[in-house]
């Protein structure tokens, strides 16, 4: 059984400063990993994913994420924010043996100029 | 980008009334899947259908549901009696492979269906 725990369910942030979106699981298998994002009226949106490899994954709009095992995190990250990074995020794991997503809650981040 | 097109994007029903909601999934897609978000909670597996059959369905998809692929470009989901606590976004979903099969398949959503049951 997998499980997604996301903190917080909104994260406000001023335009240009560092943006940390946390999101730890569980997983019984070793866990596929997503980031997802939703703008308002649009559908989700894969921002990346971790399968197998390299565990900083670079995903679009220059959102980066980092597989740590030991920490069981997955935690999302972006330099410096954009007024259009404003949207709802994410986090989703699968098995490799799966193919299904269970979601976390989400979290809204709020860019603020 | 090619788009998965869902219809209504409201709809607003009556309590015990069957509702149909339409999934338009990409052309080349095999697999399909409807997942729900109730407000404020999680987004939420439903079932998932490939070759014509369900694949995997979750505890929530009992026999008030069913889905159907009616024509080969259509999929959808019905409710057969609606209930107040069905009332959330409904999406679906589409992949050309399963997440099975290939880890560098997208998973494609569409916009949602704001089903409310009143």
């Known amino acids: 059984a997998q499980s997604v725990t996301q903190l917080g369910s909104h994260v406000s942030v001023s335009e240009g400063a560092l943006v940390l979106l946390r999101c730890n699981y569980s997983?019984?298998?070793?866990?596929?990993l997503f980031w997802y994002v939703q703008y308002p009226n649009q559908g989700l949106q894969l921002l990346l994913k971790?399968?197998?490899?390299?565990?900083l994954v670079k995903g679009i709009n220059g959102f980066e994420a980092e597989f740590k095992k030991s920490e069981t995190s997955f935690h999302l990250t972006k330099p410096s924010a954009h007024m259009s990074d404003a949207a709802e995020y994410f986090c989703?794991?699968?098995?490799?043996?799966?193919?299904?997503?269970?979601f976390g809650k989400g979290t809204m981040l709020l860019v603020s100029p | 980008e090619p788009e998965v097109t869902q219809t209504p994007s409201h709809q607003v029903t009556q309590m015990g009334q069957e509702v149909i909601l339409r999934c338009v999934p990409i052309s080349n897609h095999l697999y399909f899947y409807w997942y729900r978000q109730i407000l404020g909670q999680k987004v939420e597996f439903l079932v998932s259908?490939?070759?014509?059959?369900?694949?995997?369905k979750s505890e929530i998809f009992d026999d008030q549901f069913s889905v159907e692929r009616p024509d080969g470009s259509n999929f959808t989901l019905k409710i057969r009696s609606t209930k107040l606590e069905d009332s959330a976004m409904y999406f679906c979903?589409?992949?050309?492979?399963?997440?099975?099969?290939?880890?560098?398949?997208?998973?494609?959503f569409g916009s949602g269906t704001q089903l409310s049951v009143l």
């Open positions: 989703a794991v699968t098995g490799s043996g799966y193919s299904t997503l269970t």
């Open positions: 997983s019984s298998v070793p866990p596929y």
């Open positions: 979903a589409s992949m050309r492979q399963g997440l099975k099969v290939a880890t560098n398949e997208k998973l494609f």
């Open positions: 971790y399968t197998t490899g390299a565990t």
């Open positions: 259908f490939y070759n014509n059959e369900i694949s995997e």
